[in-house]
């Protein structure tokens, strides 16, 4: 049997829900852990790495019929590590706040599981087109999840999103630090799973009336 080829919408959308890094396939988590105390934090981190991932995977398909199996993995992490340079002094010229607040990791996605595991996973196998799609979905999926987390734990944690304080009191202090952040992304996890398999046991249900009918 013929293996279904992937659409590019699908291969766009796989990164939100389904194959999303955080969610479903557990990938990145000490950025997804470390920087999440805000909504910006998260936000702006993963927009770096979406930049990132879109670019590595853009020239890894442009030139992995010319790279040496030998020094495949080096060579990608040359790339990588340029389009982190890139993006590390972008945002130091044009946003040195949110750059101090993430700090350490903006250079520390050279070592990211998730751009590395595109590249040698999808990049390095397919045409540039898919490359770049599957760079951009996946990267905005894990803006997505870096978002929603810091969300969560800003307005848990100081009664305030995105910097504007919907109420004048504390939140719970917990949420801010480490063990906040644990605790969020086990209900996200527990959440978003419930929900992405919810719509498949209605279809059934669906199914089996109408035979039953």
């Known amino acids: 049997m013929s ?24 990938l990145g988590l000490c950025p997804t852990l470390g920087v ?23 020239v890894i398909a442009t030139v992995k ?7 495949r993995i080096p060579a990608f992490i040359v790339i990588i590590a340029t389009f982190v340079t890139v993006v590390d002094l972008m945002m130091a010229g044009f ?17 990211n599981c998730i751009v590395l595991g595109r590249a040698e996973a999808f990049a390095s196998k397919n045409t ?8 951009l979905g996946m990267g905005l999926g894990f803006a997505f999840a870096l978002t929603l987390l810091g ?13 504007w304080k919907f109420v004048d009191a504390d939140g719970m202090l917990v949420f801010v630090l480490a063990p906040g952040a644990f605790l969020a992304l086990g209900f996200l996890i527990a959440i978003i799973n419930h929900l992405r398999d919810n719509p498949i046991k209605l279809g059934k249900k669906k199914e089996e009336e109408a035979v039953e009918a």
């Open 128 to 135: 540039v087109a898919y490359a770049a799609v599957d760079g």
């Open 65 to 71: 019929s010319i790279i040496p199996d030998k020094v």
């Open 95 to 111: 946003l040195p706040a949110l750059h101090e607040q993430l700090g350490l990791f903006i250079p520390l996605i050279v070592v």
């Open 36 to 58: 999440t105390s805000t909504a910006i934090n998260g936000l702006g981190m993963g927009l770096a790495t979406t930049f990132v991932l879109l670019m590595s995977n853009v």
């Open 3 to 26: 293996k279904k080829k992937l659409t590019q919408k699908d291969n766009f959308f796989k990164g939100f829900i389904r194959e999303n890094p955080v969610f479903a396939l557990l």
């Open 151 to 163: 969300s969560v734990r800003e307005i848990l944690g100081s009664l305030s999103i995105f910097g």
